[in-house]
């Protein structure tokens, strides 16, 4: 599979470590370039500087052909206009956004998303896998 991940974190650095382990092609769009680079640098894939929610970035890293796109931006306005970007030019594309404040979660649930996913349950849910 190829996918996009909007926003380079802890998180998104090591699924992708973890998609490439397992085969899949990865691009980050991230609009540091200083990250772009300790990505590279790193792990050795592609990185693009950019933003996501601009059409020519997107289409710069392969939207149309990519299978999945994540949202993953600390800024959820960011990351709710870049999936609309993304589906706008990928009918076709998952998405997965994950939202930093709970209090946006509503704003996403009304629309064309396919996964929603807030920082805190990822963090509570390994907590709880260790507990039970």
Do not use: C, Q, W
């Amino acid at each position: 599979m190829y996918i996009i991940i909007s926003g380079s974190n802890n998180i998104t650095l090591d699924l992708a470590k973890k998609l490439i382990a397992e085969g899949h092609e990865i691009t980050f769009i991230d609009p540091d370039k200083n990250k772009s680079d300790e990505i590279e640098k790193n792990i050795g894939f592609v990185s693009l500087v950019g933003t996501s929610y601009n059409k020519n970035s997107l289409i710069e890293a392969g939207i149309e052909r990519a299978d999945i796109f994540v949202a993953s931006n600390i800024n959820d306005e960011i990351n709710f206009v870049a999936t609309h970007v993304a589906k706008n030019l990928n009918e076709e594309i998952t998405t997965i956004n994950l939202i930093n404040n709970i209090d946006n979660k509503n704003i996403f649930l009304g629309d064309e998303f396919d996964y929603i996913v807030e920082f805190d349950e990822i963090i509570s849910g390994n907590l709880h896998s260790f507990i039970s």
